[in-house]
């Protein structure tokens, strides 16, 4: 734990009201300043890494708003990353079923890309031959233990072809090239989301980018990162520098917020590492979400609607605290000839995603979500739009259970820009496939 | 040890046990508040939902002797809120209820534990208006504000939190329940005891309800910053404007070395060789703003300001005044430790006590950043150090004494807005005088005999 940055709370209580676990108990313990208090109390010696603390650094969403609260520029970030390593290996909370499952998805799923692509393919099997249909209908799903019976209903949709199978390795905008980008697919978004890739490549073709797309895609590591887990996030990385030279592009385009907040800060995992220290400085500049991509570079403005008329927007938590984007994606947004954009009420408050939060504390995830929800009601908006896959799916779930709700559909920025493109009178296809 | 152990199990029968912690996890991040370098771990905190539960906590503890210490959300910046050891901390943040808002009285009843943004929040929803704003207004509670009687940037115009109390219900050091104060504008009957409490810091009672007065909200506001090459220029213009029977809502400063630490930090195109920087604002009807407006821009021009901005419009208002609003973050970036000060002195004494921080600053190899508030004379200090150089420490002791002297011997006070807590009480007697010292005692001895509550703060 790097002392120096302990010290740089001065314990004055900013962070307090934003942040979602301290509003909900006001307890000081599930606040940042009390969680740094109880990190400082060990680093002096005053008390050991305990299950209590073990189980304070899992209630933290991890949805840095206090970060952007901070008056005196905390890097929360690592102060939690580091904390929930040590509460790893102190193993205080450890058990035979949750090494299970941490070993699972952080040591062979998100690992291995190939065998969660495998793993994506049998479910989308299992989802469309009606053998869901059928576990469902016939309550199966009561055969399954209690803490996967009450997901079971949260399990995101298989996309019905991933990601390489819609864009091609390399592709090209019609007329000049004027950058050449790399695109990251992401895990959940390739999986669930290809489509939403797919409409990343097609804005940013319209926008004179040569778009390149590795076909096996690493995890960027965040899962790791936040879990624990940094050895494994540092080998990721090291995967993800090997896989795009940063040297080869202007720049690599992520449209996770979730990713992206990690995927800038490779230099600090790798910083050690003289092999990549200078080639992770050289990524970290060069990775940029797609919505900064955007606006940096002057994206056009589309010349046709997206065939919707009113949307609010959803801010991911790593998006506009992790990476401080906030304005950009509402230009966008702004730019769609007859979109009416309605400002949400705490857009900026977490949904109760926060990674596997709803996973590991799905109680407070499910306030989260209906504090969420009827901030977007109030808006009367039909549709709301987010910017990472986890507050999508996060999104999406809550609304399927809210019949009631005026918004039926969630989207992103991103496939509402291609939307408009797509719709512009003169668009004959905007890339050529080589 | 055992007499705590039946008091604490008593405490946990009075209340629910969950809203009684005594985990070394739960305790430590009660340890502190906002003031740097203060900590001590509280036997208990408990968490009361009205009144009543304060009282019977109180009189378990006057009964147990155990020390009680209130806290809201713990934003103080004197150490006012620190625990004692063996203490119980009675944190009343779930006392958050607005509980009316009377249009016809223009008052505002609310629980203690309601957030003071909250307070103005409800007010505006009326076309109210609830001026005090200290700078943590967004977390801090309404009972600590008038506990501490906090400040704010308005101080000139709109005064402080004492002058919005109307009334208070107080829980006393025998657990006893007090009403005080009323909806009426003029009320003499009897000493004004709501007096005593607003700024007692805790010693005297525990306010649970306060009785607020509200304005009607102003309409219209301009903002406006003007660049020096001296701090006495930009003091001499506040009092033009000040002649000129002018009274802005906002006059706040920023010396040379805050300017500069705003500039690396927010990038807002500051040039940084200017010797200060005054922001100020007009509120109130529209036509009287503009007007007043445009002679203050006139005055600061006169007055040898080297540039001066007005706004058109609020979103540029904003910008104008983010030099401001990020002063303090600027600041607390650049060492591990921030010491905020808050020494005040009379409005026209104000540009010699900056000359005079900057040399004793020099003087002992210190980084000291002044900004504050220049219509009211508040001034913050902010000593950026670290806690952990000890030999840097002793200077920054030197530099506050000799700093607090020279404010008292220019007829000021220790404390504008922050409190005596823990953090000034060693100045107390050398600005009040053994006479007023020894008042403050009797009050304390005549309402709190046995030193129950927040013992060993403001004196001992």
Redesign the interface.
């Known amino acids: 734990m790097d002392y120096?940055i302990l010290?740089?709370c001065?314990?004055?209580?900013?962070c307090?009201?934003t942040c979602p676990t301290y509003v909900e108990t006001?307890?000081?313990?599930n606040?940042p300043?009390?969680?740094i208090?109880?990190m400082r109390?060990i680093a002096d010696g005053?008390?050991n890494v305990?299950r209590?603390?073990g189980d304070?650094m899992y209630y933290c969403l991890g949805c840095l708003a206090c970060v952007t609260a901070c008056?005196?520029?905390v890097n929360y970030v690592e102060l939690f990353e580091a904390a929930r390593a040590d509460v790893e290996q102190s193993k205080v909370l450890e058990n035979p079923q949750r090494s299970f499952w941490r070993w699972l998805t952080l040591e062979i799923f998100f690992m291995k890309p190939r065998l969660l692509r495998a793993a994506g393919v049998l479910l989308r099997c299992y989802q469309q031959c009606g053998l869901e249909w059928l576990a469902r209908t016939l309550r199966l799903i009561w055969l399954l233990p209690g803490n996967l019976r009450k997901l079971e209903p949260q399990t995101p949709r298989m996309s019905d072809k991933f990601s390489n199978a819609l864009i091609d390795e390399v592709e090209w905008p019609r007329g000049e090239v004027k950058h050449r980008v790399a695109l990251l697919t992401g895990c959940v978004q390739d999986l669930a989301f290809s489509d939403i890739n797919r409409d990343t490549a097609d804005v940013l073709l319209a926008n004179g980018c040569e778009v390149v797309t590795p076909r096996v895609q690493f995890c960027c590591g965040s899962l790791h990162a936040h879990n624990g887990a940094p050895h494994l996030a540092a080998e990721l990385a090291r995967k993800q520098i090997d896989m795009i030279d940063p040297e080869s592009v202007d720049a690599i385009i992520t449209n996770a917020g979730g990713c992206g907040s990690h995927l800038k800060h490779y230099s600090n995992l790798l910083g050690g590492d003289p092999a990549y220290s200078e080639r992770a400085r050289l990524w970290d500049s060069k990775v940029k979400d797609i919505h900064e991509w955007l606006v940096t570079t002057g994206f056009r403005k589309p010349a046709a609607g997206c065939g919707m008329s009113e949307v609010t927007y959803h801010e991911s938590c790593h998006l506009c605290h992790g990476q401080k984007i906030t304005r950009q994606p509402r230009a966008i947004l702004n730019a769609i000839p007859g979109l009416r954009v309605i400002e949400l009420n705490e857009s900026n408050w977490c949904c109760g995603s926060a990674g596997i939060y709803n996973i590991t504390q799905p109680e407070e995830s499910a306030r989260l979500l209906t504090r969420k929800l009827d901030n977007v009601e109030r808006t009367h908006a039909p549709a709301v739009a987010t910017s990472n896959p986890g507050c999508h799916l996060q999104l999406a779930f809550g609304l399927r259970n809210r019949i009631q709700s005026m918004c039926r559909t969630v989207t992103q920025p991103v496939s509402m820009l291609a939307a408009a493109y797509r719709g512009e009178p003169t668009n004959e296809g905007q890339h050529d496939s080589r | 040890m055992n007499s705590h152990g039946s008091f604490l199990q008593s405490i946990a029968a009075s209340l629910a046990p969950e809203r009684v912690l005594t985990q070394k996890e739960d305790l430590i991040p009660y340890s502190f508040d906002g003031t740097a370098a203060l900590k001590q771990r509280p036997l208990c905190v408990v968490f009361p939902l009205d009144t009543a539960e304060v009282s019977a906590c109180v009189k378990l503890c006057a009964e147990h002797r155990v020390p009680v210490v209130t806290r809201g959300s713990g934003t103080g910046l004197s150490g006012g809120s620190v625990p004692v050891a063996d203490c119980v901390v009675l944190c009343l943040v779930k006392l958050d209820k607005i509980l009316e808002l009377d249009t016809r009285n223009l008052t505002l009843r609310a629980q203690c534990g309601v957030i003071t943004k909250e307070i103005d929040d409800a007010a505006a929803q009326h076309g109210l208006f609830y001026p005090p704003d200290p700078g943590s207004m967004k977390i801090s509670t309404i009972g600590g504000n008038v506990a501490e009687n906090s400040g704010g940037l308005r101080g000139l115009k709109y005064g402080v939190t004492r002058d919005y109390v109307m009334g208070m219900t107080v829980v006393l050091p025998d657990g006893c329940v007090a009403t005080l104060g009323n909806k009426c504008v003029k009320d003499v009957a009897g000493y004004s005891l709501k007096d005593l409490f607003i700024g007692s810091e805790g010693t005297l009672g525990i306010i649970t309800e306060v009785l607020l007065k509200l304005l009607p909200r102003p309409v219209a506001r301009r903002t406006m910053l003007a660049l020096y090459d001296s701090m006495e220029a930009a003091a001499r213009t506040v009092s033009a404007i000040i002649a000129a029977r002018i009274i802005p809502c906002t006059l706040e400063f920023l010396d040379r070395m805050t300017v500069g630490c705003v500039e690396s930090y927010a990038k807002i195109g500051l040039p940084t060789d200017v010797e200060a920087l005054l922001l100020m604002e007009t509120d109130g009807h529209p036509a009287a703003v503009d007007d007043e407006a445009a002679q203050m821009v006139e005055i600061a021009r006169q007055n040898g300001a080297r540039e001066i901005k007005m706004a058109s419009d609020e979103a540029e208002g904003a910008r104008l005044a983010s030099a401001r609003r990020n002063a303090f973050s600027a600041l607390a970036r650049v060492k591990p430790t921030t010491i905020l000060e808050d020494v005040t002195v009379p409005r026209s004494e104000l540009a010699t006590m900056v000359k005079f921080i900057a040399e004793t600053a020099a003087r002992h190899r210190l980084q000291i950043g002044t900004f504050g508030h220049m219509g009211d004379g508040n001034l913050h200090p902010t000593f950026l150090t670290n806690e952990r150089d000890h030999e840097e420490m002793v200077r920054v002791e030197l530099a506050l004494e000799e700093i607090v002297g020279h404010t008292i011997a220019l007829g000021g006070t220790i404390t504008g807005e922050h409190g005596v807590g823990l953090a000034k009480k060693m100045f107390l007697r050398q600005q009040l005088g053994d006479a007023s010292f020894e008042l403050l005692r009797l009050v304390k001895n005549a309402i709190d005999p046995t030193a129950i509550l927040n013992p060993g703060k403001i004196f001992d």
């Not at chain 1, 001065?10 to 900013?14: I, K, P, V």
């Not at chain 1, 006001?26 to 313990?29: D, G």
């Open positions: 120096s010290q740089q001065m314990h004055c209580g900013m307090l009201p006001k307890h000081e313990r606040s300043r009390g969680r208090a109880l109390a005053e008390m305990s209590s603390f304070e008056p005196a520029g």
